[in-house]
């Protein structure tokens, strides 16, 4: 078997054509069955709750927060949490084995899969401007629209990456579920998903600063707003380095996730 073995170094080609296969299958998998789309199906009525909260509060100059957060919580739900089970949905079906022996690198594969769910959940952004458009009569406006595509391909990337995360963390984690249902709120807090994390008490900053949806929540909101980006090459590397910290925390889990199923015989038994 030369799928998952430690001593197997694929190539730079069966990485990517390994990727690609985990893209296209997660796809045919997702095609017809909904499930896969419930964030995308909550998006447009959050967008309608908050910008029409906004509206009634006569402060339609927080409209675009109304439209940003649940295109950021979309995509979130999408990666972190739909994205984040698919080790454990092989699992549990009993092909986790047969994906492990197949000749591919395992790591790309499962990479591919979640990316295919990240950029899907971007579909997010699209229903939330235009409920957004379709309550207040005006898009909201992107004044750096180089800024705002750069910050979202970057968030793509690092929800992607901490998406392996929380799929290894399902499989060591028998109440992963339960630690998944507590997460969300704290990390949109923290996030700034709606609320910029300058206006929270102060000792909230530390931790929000290592959460890089602080980062990419900020930069979007910046980018929507005519004055100038400040510290934009900082603040892009920071949430590139968060990014890269997510992938390097996903291959350390990863390694020492199936060497553990292994070593116990748990491979298709939670």
């Given at each position: 078997m030369r799928g998952a073995d430690a001593g197997w170094n694929p190539t730079f080609?069966?990485?990517?054509?390994a990727f690609a296969v985990g893209a296209s299958s997660q796809v045919r998998q997702m095609r017809g069955n909904p499930d896969w789309f419930l964030a995308m199906f909550t998006a447009p009525l959050l967008t309608a709750v908050f910008v029409t909260i906004f509206?009634?509060?006569?402060?339609?100059?927080?409209?675009?927060?109304?439209?940003l957060a649940p295109a950021l919580i979309c995509l979130f739900q999408?990666?972190?949490?739909?994205?984040g089970e698919l080790i454990s949905r092989e699992r549990e079906n009993g092909?986790?084995?047969?994906?492990?022996?197949?000749?591919?690198?395992?790591?790309?594969?499962l990479m591919g899969r979640i990316a295919a769910v990240t950029a899907i959940s971007m579909v997010g952004f699209a229903e939330s401007w235009l409920v957004g458009w379709v309550l207040t009569g005006t898009p909201v406006p992107i004044a750096h629209p180089e800024v705002f595509a750069v910050t979202v391909a970057l968030t793509a990337v690092a929800m992607t990456g901490w998406?392996?995360?929380?799929?290894?963390?399902?499989?060591?984690?028998?109440s992963a579920?339960?630690?998944?249902?507590?997460?969300?709120?704290?990390?949109?807090?923290?996030?700034?998903?709606?609320?910029?994390?300058?206006?929270?008490?102060?000792?909230?900053?530390?931790p929000?600063?290592?959460?890089?949806?602080?980062w990419s929540s900020d930069l979007l909101r910046d980018a929507l707003t005519a004055e100038p980006v400040l510290d934009l090459p900082l603040r892009l590397a920071a949430?590139?380095?968060?990014?890269?910290?997510?992938?390097?925390?996903?291959a350390v889990l990863l390694s020492r996730t199936l060497r553990r199923v292994r070593a116990t015989g748990r491979l298709t038994h939670a």
């Open positions: 080609a069966e990485v990517v054509r509206l009634a509060a006569d402060r339609g100059d927080l409209t675009a927060y109304g439209v999408m990666s972190l949490q739909t994205a092909s986790l084995e047969a994906l492990l022996a197949a000749p591919v690198p395992f790591a790309a594969l998406a392996g995360v929380m799929s290894c963390v399902f499989v060591l984690a028998r579920r339960t630690f998944q249902n507590s997460l969300s709120y704290p990390f949109y807090l923290l996030g700034g998903v709606l609320v910029p994390v300058a206006l929270l008490p102060a000792w909230a900053e530390v929000s600063r290592l959460v890089f949806l602080s949430l590139a380095v968060l990014a890269g910290a997510g992938y390097a925390l996903t």
